[in-house]
């Protein structure tokens, strides 16, 4: 029955998210008390969880709750990125809000950056999307697949009228995603739904197999015929993986793929700019990007951008390169790519949660290294030396692998 940001919030911690884990990592934004609070219901006879955002505006003024409702996509980036938030979460929570920013830029002929968001402003809504982005970081889930996603039917009344189901931003944000539409007359899929769907979403199928390990059922707000309800499973296909996995790996138990390589030159414009178009890549599905100087014709210094995509997202971050860059033109061509097995875990630590990427080879750990932007928030909040962080985690990380 569609989606909504509070519906996927209610079935993520239904399936097995810790709701604490999400109010903690919330605090993190600095938007004071906001937090997410549910409630088992019952929807046509079936029990599902219900989300929604508090914030202690609740207590004092019910006219605060909507105070910064009209925030821009620059707004909310800053909000982000100035936040303690892990670097992963961060990164696609930017990711869920461009997508919003380059639909209503689009509609409204807009820069994305000068985009101002309406509902999509509010507190609730920034905490459904970070909270989206906080459950799925959690869950850690080497793929996420979804059935065609329904729309809905009828009108739904928005910031700019009354307008037919999807509503516009929906429609674009969905562009080249398979759909299904009417099966209630009301929308069911909003564009922070869609936005979610379209960002992390790996594959649409009517049917997938799988072993289902937990489910979760997320609550819409209407009451219609049928259970308004948002069904997430958590699952495992390891017989398949594994087969999968066995026709690409070499001897060394390295996975092969086929990836994208996206290259341009540029002698034209003002270095300051390159952080904001990595960050950006990286938010529209980049898998690597980096940039090396060059002498270009003329003797002129200049740089080379390089970005390492699959195959799906190509035409994307090119659109990306040449509304971001000062570039006139790209090169892309087919790379192999040869990768070792790597996964993450969190280590609780004496200076709280830090993450620490594993890398395999033939089955055997290679090695082990805290994730760098956990330590550098850690070096600010305890104001020590980042160097001190690494050496003190890495110490506990061998204990804990020792004790096991």
């Known amino acids: 029955m569609g989606i909504s940001g509070d519906m996927n919030l209610a079935a993520l911690i239904d399936a097995g998210v810790d709701c604490g884990h999400v ?18 219901i019952m929807k046509n006879g079936l029990r599902c969880l219900r989300a929604e955002v508090g914030t202690v505006a609740h207590a004092h003024s019910h006219s605060h709750i909507h105070e910064h409702a009209h925030r821009s996509f620059r707004d909310i980036r800053q909000i982000i990125e100035g936040s303690s938030l892990k670097s992963g979460v961060k990164q696609q929570s930017i990711k869920i809000f461009t997508l919003l920013a380059k639909a209503e830029g689009k509609i409204h ?3 994305i950056d000068d985009v101002h968001f309406h509902e999509i402003g509010s507190v609730d809504s920034i905490a459904d999307i970070v909270g989206a982005a906080v459950c799925i970081e959690f869950l850690q889930p080497d793929k996420i697949i979804s059935t065609p996603v329904e729309l809905g039917g009828g009108t739904v009344k928005c910031a700019h009228g009354t307008l037919p189901v999807p509503a516009p931003a929906t429609a ?20 922070t739904g869609a936005a979610i769907i379209a960002a992390y979403v790996q594959s649409f199928s009517p049917q997938s197999a799988y072993t289902i390990q937990s489910t979760g059922y997320g609550a819409g707000s209407r009451d219609l015929d049928e259970p308004n309800i948002l069904r997430v499973f958590i699952g495992s296909n390891d017989e398949i993986q594994n087969s999968a996995q066995a026709s690409n790996q070499n001897v060394t138990g390295a996975l092969n793929e086929q990836n994208i390589m996206i290259s341009c030159a540029i002698d034209d414009m003002n270095p300051e700019i390159y952080p904001y ?125 020792n004790n096991q």
């Open 277 to 401: 178009v990595i960050e950006t890549l990286f938010a529209s599905g980049a898998l690597d990007v980096y940039i090396s100087p060059v002498i270009m014709k003329k003797g002129r210094p200049g740089a080379t951008l390089n970005v390492l995509c699959a195959p799906e997202h190509t035409e994307e971050l090119k659109n990306v390169i040449f509304s971001e860059t000062t570039t006139a033109g790209v090169r892309s061509w087919e790379v192999a790519k040869t990768s070792l097995k790597r996964d993450t875990i969190v280590i609780n630590t004496k200076y709280g949660e830090i993450r620490f990427k594993k890398i395999w080879n033939n089955g055997k750990l290679r090695s082990a290294k805290p994730e760098y932007m956990d330590c550098q928030a850690a070096a600010k909040k305890y104001s020590l030396p980042v160097q001190q962080i690494i050496h003190d985690v890495s110490n506990e990380f061998e204990a804990v692998k």
């Open 109 to 111: 002929g807009k820069e």
């Open 23 to 40: 109010n903690t990592e919330l605090k993190k934004l600095g938007i004071d008390g906001v937090s997410i609070r549910t409630d088992a």
């Open 172 to 191: 674009e944000i969905l562009r080249g995603i398979p759909v299904t539409q009417g099966r209630a007359p009301f929308e069911l899929t909003t564009p």
